[in-house]
């Protein structure tokens, strides 16, 4: 294979080296060269004016000033390369007319290259964990997704692969996903490189000007790989025999499905961009729930198939057998399941049953089950999720104690399919079960959400369990704001976290969190500092009840007296659930004037928050009340109108992530077994070779 194989490779090389030799033919531009200076591009350009020295630029992004974006990167390129092995061997099988012989020697390189593809991603998640604000490691951004699909279909493809070399099944499968899985390592390109995301994504990639021949690419490869296939189709092997359900190539072929299918839901997801161009201007992404509605329900069914599969016998089991095999992960799978709701959290539901049970009463069978499935069905597929990774956890743990005592080397399928579970399992603890550290009334910070926590220097509080200091705004060693917060945590632990914000050479705000790394649990967080809230001629302010300051260059005084629930409806709607005001002694200090006022501050049913502005006319001042923590009695003030000597106090994100390292342990457990399974292909090819079978 090794003629062909070097030519199709040889091919997408030419078509790579032509995107860095920026020539051009006529008036068409070839590539963009990497090597060409700003004067030569610019000659015009201002700064190359005689004797104009100009100032340091901004540098790179400091987001980006992190080591693991120095491997990052590397590695994720790096799988996406050797993707093009598979593919050309796939494109050689159909080239040489030879169907059954290439799938030895390529699946150690699908192997390869899908393990480095996964380690690379993975990287990413973990750099946006410890790097970012947001508190998670996916947010299924276009450009993340553009370097999951290929990985899908990667997977896809070797255990096609794996049942055609065992049963002499899935030919046009193994073949189609190979081309497919590098396709969408083009498109992936053709996506970040050309600009279309640049809009709608956080990565931001410079338009090189390459669109028409990473187009052009695409088109070349997609007729190269599924011009032949079409061409061969009716030369390809058929099964010898039909499938049986009963059988490990039949759930296997299932399986590899299911992954494609989730392939094509996130592909359709990312290019909505693309598709939405056709019929407006400016289209926006797909939003996060459409990814999580269609994946769950997918993952269900493919975790299943990952336990069930590797139970199966290839070719057929007798129903006899396999209920004897499926007996103790399937009970071991329903005990863990019943200990998760005993003693975890996961039983609380978001909807509450009471707003659920008059639509039942009163609509039709159809509306009730729709409003049934709205409050709780994201908990039942979660809870079937549950169950079916502890299922898929057990049933590959008996295989691989079964297999791998007598030839380790057998042991990498199961013990990737471990892994996965684990990774699984740490998914929906630290996304389905991340506790805000709240006490749930701090100040609005959009969206609706109150999850964030104002904190003053000097002071602490109580929260869930928690006691929190904030020692006050410190430079660390590299001259940057940190916020140390002491933290005492329920269990007694006591710990300094120091969340970095600072305004970069861009002028941009960056904010880098503090994980606190726990067996158990991360504890995240990240900070807000009052430097951040664009206020204009506004001036915010935190006080105690009792606290006086002065504002206005000391011409007046502000004491906070006290809180007073408000019970007329002078301010409330039917929507609200609270008034409060807090009332407020301004006294103006040249006139000796006085004058109480009691700006409001209103909670809805919905959980949201309105504030009602106090405008002092005679001082040409305003006051409003948007945030309040019950727990220390303190309140946060806009003041308008006048000058405020500036406080130091900060907006606290503090998330509880539980069992997170299941996701990173589950990572690494997952690429081990695929490591174990690429020595083991490899050594079958080389045997193959020496005997002359390849």
């Known amino acids: 294979y090794e003629p062909t194989v070097m030519t199709v490779i040889g091919l997408c090389q030419a078509f790579l080296l032509s995107m860095i030799v920026g020539l051009k033919l006529g008036g068409l531009p ?16 201002p700064m190359l004016a005689a004797g104009l020295v100009p100032a340091d630029g901004s540098g790179l992004n400091d987001l980006l000033q992190n080591y693991w974006m120095v491997i990052h990167p590397p590695t994720l390129f790096a799988g996406f390369a050797a993707m093009i092995v598979p593919f050309a061997f796939a494109v050689s099988a159909l080239w040489k007319k030879q169907y059954t012989q290439w799938v030895r020697p390529a699946l150690p390189w699908a192997l390869l290259a899908t393990v480095i593809l996964g380690i690379g991603i993975a990287m990413g998640g973990y750099w946006a964990y410890v790097t970012l604000s947001f508190g998670g490691y996916w947010a299924w ?31 046009k499968a193994s073949i189609f996903l190979c081309i497919l899985a590098y396709m969408f390592v083009v498109y992936s390109t053709f996506l970040t490189r050309s600009g279309i995301l640049g809009d709608v994504s956080v990565h931001s990639f410079v338009d090189l000007g390459l669109y028409n021949q990473l187009l052009l690419w695409i088109l070349t490869m997609g007729a190269l790989g599924f011009g032949l296939m079409i061409y061969r189709y009716r030369e ?116 509450n049953v009471a707003s659920v049970a008059p639509t039942t009463i009163s ?55 471990i892994g996965f579970a684990v990774m699984i399992l740490g998914i929906i ?38 006691s929190i200091h904030y020692q006050g705004k410190q430079d660390n060693v590299e001259g940057r704001p940190e916020y140390p917060i002491n933290i005492t945590d329920p269990s007694g632990d006591s710990y300094t976290m120091s969340p970095v914000v600072y305004k970069s050479n861009s002028d941009q705000w960056i904010q880098h969190p503090d994980v606190k790394v726990g067996f158990k649990k991360d504890l995240f967080v990240a900070v807000t500092p009052n430097e951040m809230f664009e206020l204009g001629d506004e001036q915010s302010i935190t006080m105690q009840k009792g606290d006086t300051l002065l504002v206005g260059e000391d011409e007046f005084q502000i004491t906070f007296l006290d809180f007073e629930v408000i019970d007329s409806t002078e301010f409330a709607t039917d929507s609200t659930e609270i008034s409060v005001g807090a009332v407020l002694d301004i006294v103006n200090l040249k006139t000796g004037d006085e004058q109480q006022v009691r700006p409001v501050y209103l909670i809805e049913k919905d959980g949201s928050v309105k504030y009602l502005e106090t405008e002092v006319l005679r001082w040409n001042m305003s006051v409003s009340f948007v945030g309040m923590n019950v727990t220390t009695g303190a309140i946060n003030l806009v003041i308008s109108g006048v000058t405020v000597k500036q406080q130091d106090w900060i907006v606290v994100q503090a998330l509880e992530k539980p069992l997170i390292n299941l996701v990173w342990i589950g990572i690494i457990m997952f690429s081990i077994g695929f490591v174990i399974s690429i020595v083991r292909r490899a050594g079958e090819q080389k045997v193959a070779i020496s005997q002359g079978r390849a």
């Open 236 to 351: 390809l092997p058929k099964p010898p025999s039909e499938p049986n359900i009963m059988s490990r190539e039949f759930m296997i072929f299932c399986g590899a499905m299911l992954l494609s299918a989730t392939a094509v839901v996130i592909t359709v997801g990312t290019s909505s961009p693309i598709i939405g161009n056709i019929f407006r201007d400016n289209p926006s992404t797909v939003p996060i729930a459409f990814y999580n509605s269609w994946s769950l329900p997918l993952a269900i069914m493919f975790v299943f198939l990952i336990g069930i599969g590797q139970l199966f016998w290839w070719t057929k089991i007798n129903v006899a057998t396999l209920n004897k095999l499926l007996l103790k992960p399937l009970a071991l799978a329903v005990v863990s399941t019943i200990a998760v709701l005993v003693f975890t959290p996961f039983t609380t539901q978001s909807t």
């Open 363 to 417: 609509a039709g069978i159809g509306d009730s089950l729709s409003s049934f499935w709205a409050g709780y069905g994201n908990s039942i597929l979660l809870l079937l999720l549950l169950f079916v990774t502890f299922f898929a956890l057990f049933g590959n743990a008996q295989v691989m104690w079964k297999i791998g005592r007598g030839n380790p080397k057998l042991a990498g399928g199961a013990f990737s399919h």
């Open 141 to 171: 951004d276009p450009v993340e997704n553009s370097s999951l699909v290929p990985w899908l279909f990667g997977i896809a493809a070797i255990h096609t692969m794996i049942v055609q070399k065992k049963s002499g099944n899935s030919h």
């Open 30 to 45: 070839i590539g963009s060269s990497p090597f060409i200076t700003l004067a030569e591009k610019f000659p015009e350009a």
């Open 429 to 466: 603890a630290s996304s389905g079960f991340s506790n805000p550290v709240s006490v749930n009334n701090g100040i609005e910070l959009g969206d609706g959400k109150r999850d964030n926590f104002v904190i003053a220097a000097g002071e602490v509080v109580s929260i869930d369990g928690y």
